[in-house]
């Protein structure tokens, strides 16, 4: 699952992990409660998340997502590389990669999921 208020940042993120892995499935949200919403329906194996989100931020996103579905795997995929955001996605257990969203972010993204 891709969750990025920026429709052009999930469309980039998108065609990039289909080019690695044209096998998964991508669902989108454009936002945090739309993202908890479609993993209340069926919830994925991996979540990309954007930290600057309209209503709540992708760190409190990933903090729930934590709590009712530990087995979930998340990285966050923010030009917000401020070391508090580090320091705190860490404490959570969730990875991290900085924008820009290039080829290169993104299979290092892949293999953050893979490991």
Partial sequence: MIVDDSKMARLMIGKL???LRPDWR????ANGADALAMIGEEPPA???LDINMPGMSGLEVAGRIRL?????RIVICTANIQDAVRKT???AGVKFVAKPITPET???MVGLFEE
Wanted: aromatic residues 10%; charged residues 35%.
């Fill in 46 to 48: 991996f979540v990309s």
């Fill in 106 to 108: 993104i299979t290092e």
């Fill in 26 to 29: 991508i669902a989108e949200a």
């Fill in 17 to 19: 992990i289909r080019e």
């Fill in 89 to 91: 996605a860490e404490k």
């Fill in 68 to 72: 009712h579905y530990p087995e979930i």
